[in-house]
Nanobody, 124 residues
């Protein structure tokens, strides 16, 4: 079972940038897809972005296209989410996740393992 730990959240101003990190350990990620989700208070968990561990094929939610970039460092077993031009509506707890299915559109049920979450707050 893979284990995931997020870090890098914080309080920023609208228009600022932030990079989230997710450290993976445990079982191999060779056949996995890695993703980021977010959940704001009172709302459903929402897909943000995903990337295949092998090949680095990405998929983004429309609301973050052009602003967020998902990436991974296979040698370091790290997953990243670079967030630029942050907006107040990006405020949420962000979770990294690992799974074995590549759904279209991506769904939370495609992912089996989740990190503990890291809070991102964007003030206006």
């Amino acid at each position: 079972q893979v284990q995931l730990v997020e870090s890098g959240g914080g309080l920023v101003q609208a228009g600022d940038s932030l990079r989230l990190s997710c450290a993976a350990s445990g079982r191999t990620l060779s056949n996995s897809v890695l993703g980021w989700f977010r959940q704001a208070p009172g709302k459903e968990r929402e897909f943000v972005a995903r990337i295949t561990w092998i090949g680095g094929i990405t998929y983004y939610e429309d609301s973050v296209k052009g602003r967020f970039t998902i990436s991974r460092d296979n040698a370091k077993n790290m997953l990243y989410l670079q967030m630029n031009s942050l907006k107040p509506e990006d405020t949420a707890v962000y979770y990294c996740a690992a799974g074995g299915r590549i759904g279209v559109p991506p769904k939370s049920t495609d992912f089996d393992t989740w990190g503990q979450g890291t809070q991102v707050t964007v003030s206006s």
